[in-house]
């Protein structure tokens, strides 16, 4: 047979092979692999790149990392090239509802088809390489994969990069030539893997900083900034420091939040966030601050920045979903601080109560007890659907030991503990939901399907 009509076979045997596979198969599938494979070196994730077919030089790649805030900036830069009229293809984690969320293009996330037509190209190379002794790429590499392949099948121009876990050492990394890399505000989580010390996870996230190309981050920890300052040193990279020096909040409310710009390209230009918390402004800078070093002209375009900007939508980060109830999901300490600052200055006419749930890996102790000292009226507990769960008896016992003057009540089922909540709001209580993303993007699964009914 010759090679034409062997690879035409091989083309129809493959095509029969994949009509077995169906969306929820696809994704089962990507669940499974924690079980059987974990985390490789960043030369691991280069060779499949290669297999394939991605080539990053074809497209203006930006850099993420941090602890808290790089979902965020990663939206504003996506809705910001998008209005540009740049195909833009956006990489985030982790997602709060479907596999989807995590690659999207032009804003848009992938559809069921496209999600496994991917997803069946990446298992088809990774069967290939496994037969050559390459071992199978982690739940978090292969996404990844998925995510390049699509950037690069679809012609993305711009590609926006938000790293997993730390940075040095996460997937993404694996990226040689970004345009800009940033860095968002660095606190304590994941200690486990990234160190014990702000210094520490600081010098994990500064690891994605590129010899030559320069690195945007939020400077007012005065370790973090000295720990980014000497790795762009010594990556001879152009360090631009961001802190709150550099902006002033005018007005904000319930809704938004308007503030001004105190030095640089957009010196006293002013712009409006569709955010109700402060952090989201030093995130808005970042995203301005790195513009100038990915396209001047869309920099220059001051009407489009802020339309821009104005329009931006980012679910489960002070999330206004109806009249009344808020989702967040701020997780960990650095989180939960900003989380207890927007609460305590959101003007309510009622009452405040919270939703909350929270995970045993992070500082569920540091949690409760900021959230405790609020001036909240009732705290709703429930247990999030997850092995990495905190006890409902835990969480309870916690915040009782913490002598919170807030009445509580525990329902270990999610849907009847926030339809308890609901029940108790008046139409001028509110009621924000806090202390995990497994709680939000549970709460939206059922909202999505029904079993939540969300009050007018």
Known sequence: MDRGKKGDVQKIMKSIFYTEWSYDEAVKYIEEIPRF??????????????????????????????????????AMLSNILVKA????????????????????????????????????????????????????PS???????????????KKMECVILETGLGGRLDAT???????????????????????????????EKAGIIKKHVPVIYWAQDEDVRN??????????AKNIP????????????????????????????????????????QNAMLVLAGLEYIDCEIAK????????????????????VCPGVIFDGAHNGPGIDEFVKTFTEYKCEGKKSILFSVVKDKDYDYMVNMVAKTDVDRIYITQIDSYRALSLEQIEKDFREKNCNAQIIADKDVVLAFSKAIA?????????????????????????SGDIVLPR
């Not at 961001?242 to 503030?259: A, E, H, Q, R």
């Not at 006293?268 to 402060?278: A, D, Q, T, V």
């Not at 108790?424 to 909202?447: A, M, P, Q, R, W």
């Open 139 to 153: 739940y978090f590499e292969f996404l990844f994969l998925m995510a390049m392949h699509e950037f690069q099948i």
């Open 424 to 448: 108790g709001n008046s139409e001028k209580d509110v009621l924000f939901c806090v202390g995990s993303l497994y709680l939000i993007g549970e709460l939206k699964t059922h909202i999505a």
């Open 37 to 74: 494979t974990e985390k490789h070196p960043l030369s691991h994730t280069k060779v499949f790149l290669r297999e394939i077919g991605v080539d990053e030089s074809k497209m203006k790649i930006i850099h993420v990392a941090g602890t808290n805030g790089k979902g965020s900036v990663c």
């Open 242 to 281: 961001v802190c709150k020096k550099d902006y002033k909040i005018i007005t904000k409310n319930n809704k938004s939040i308007d503030f001004s710009v105190g030095n640089g390209y957009y010196l006293n230009e002013m712009f409006r966030l569709p955010f109700i918390s402060e952090y989201q402004v």
């Open 227 to 236: 720990v980014i300052v000497k790795n762009a040193h010594e990556k001879m």
């Open 173 to 203: 990394n694996c990226i040689e030539h970004p345009v800009v890399t940033i860095i968002t505000q660095v606190g304590l989580d994941h200690m486990e893997y990234l160190g014990d010390t702000v210094s520490k996870i600081a010098n």
């Open 85 to 136: 009229g740049k195909n833009t293809g956006l990489f985030t984690s982790p997602h709060l509802v479907t596999h989807n969320e995590r690659i999207r293009i032009n804003n848009q996330q992938i559809d069921d088809d496209e999600f496994l037509t991917i997803f069946l190209k990446v298992k088809d190379t990774v069967d290939a390489m496994e037969k050559q002794g390459y071992s199978h």
């Open 301 to 320: 375009d001051l009407e489009l920045v802020s339309d821009a900007l104005q329009s931006v939508r980012w679910e489960g980060r002070m999330e206004i």
